[in-house]
């Protein structure tokens, strides 16, 4: 088993950055790929991201290719995402998941966090 918590939503305004955490117990998360979704009212959720169990290769969604980073740092359990240059549109509830293979589809995922609030102001 895999706990995740993520931390670092919160209200920033267009143009703004943050940066979420996702800290990882249990087994060790180098052995799992990890993605970053989210899930915006009355939406389904969304890939945003994902990051293979070494760090050397990621994916991104269109939406936010060139603005946000994906990275990991296995000797903590933890994994990053760097949002750059935000948009109204980014606002969502941004969910950090594990799992044994590198994908942007939610159900190959086993392990879920609780979700942390991105809320982007015009």
């Known amino acids: 088993q895999v706990q995740l918590l993520e931390s670092g939503g919160g209200l920033v305004q267009a143009g703004g950055s943050l940066k979420l955490s996702c800290a990882a117990s249990?087994?060790?998360?180098?052995?799992?790929?990890v993605a970053w979704f989210r899930q915006a009212p009355g939406l389904e959720r969304k890939f945003v991201t994902t990051?293979?169990?070494?760090?050397?290769?990621?994916n991104y969604a269109d939406s936010v290719k060139g603005r946000f980073t994906i990275s990991r740092d296995n000797t903590n359990n933890m994994v990053y995402l760097q949002m750059n240059s935000l948009k109204p549109e980014d606002t969502a509830v941004y969910y950090c998941?594990?799992?044994?293979?590198?994908?942007?589809?939610?159900?190959?995922?086993?392990?879920w966090g609780q979700g942390t609030q991105v809320t982007v102001s015009s």
């Open positions: 990051i293979t169990r070494s760090g050397g290769t990621t």
């Open positions: 249990g087994r060790t998360l180098s052995n799992y790929a």
């Open positions: 998941a594990a799992g044994p293979s590198y994908s942007s589809i939610a159900g190959t995922y086993n392990y």
